[in-house]
């Protein structure tokens, strides 16, 4: 039996993506929010850099932003270095962001 379904596009396409960088957890997992339309519309998660930058693509994310600190780690992690800011056990959290 074959499937003749067309594959659905993406219904959230509308809608504008955007992630904010917080946290890097044991020096290698970005923690974010992901919103989508309105931060009532917001998740945290939690993922490897290259599952990050997948995701972003996949959702085609407008909008990806974190403060000055946290700015030099993640370019840091996505050329492929340790970041020199992390605790090894938790999340850290760098100040506010705007």
Not at 22 to 29: D, H, P, S, T, V
Not at 38 to 66: G, Q, R, W
Not at 67 to 78: K, N, P, Q, T, V
């Amino acid at each position: 039996m074959t499937d003749n379904r067309r594959p659905e596009r993406d219904r959230l396409q509308a809608y504008r993506k955007s992630v904010r960088i917080f946290g890097i957890r044991k020096g290698k997992f970005l923690e974010f929010d992901f919103t989508v339309g309105c931060a009532e519309l917001t998740i945290e998660l939690v993922m490897p850099y290259d599952a990050f930058k997948e995701f972003c693509e996949t959702n085609h994310v407008a909008e990806i932003s974190c403060d000055i600190g946290m700015r030099a780690e993640f370019a840091r992690l996505a050329t492929g270095g340790m970041p020199k800011i992390y605790d090894n056990g938790n999340i850290i959290q760098l100040g506010e962001f705007k």
